[in-house]
């Protein structure tokens, strides 16, 4: 959408910023993201062991 308005505005010098600032935000998150789905595993897993261990 930012790319669209700035398009109209006749701004056409953002869309490589737009564009830029979009990887970035993926390069970034991405290890986050990974690491997130990798620390809810572990906790999931322990929660389920102390269940088991428990019963």
């Given at each position: 959408m930012a790319i669209?308005?700035?398009t109209i505005n006749k701004q056409a010098k953002l869309v490589?910023?737009?564009v830029a600032l979009l990887?970035?935000?993926i390069v970034?998150?991405?290890p986050?993201?990974?690491w997130?789905?990798?620390?809810?595993?572990?906790s999931l897993?322990?929660?389920i062991e102390l269940l088991v261990v428990s019963s």
């Open positions: 669209f308005i700035a490589p910023v737009i990887i970035v935000r970034v998150e991405l986050y993201s990974v997130m789905k990798r620390k809810v595993a572990q897993a322990q929660t």
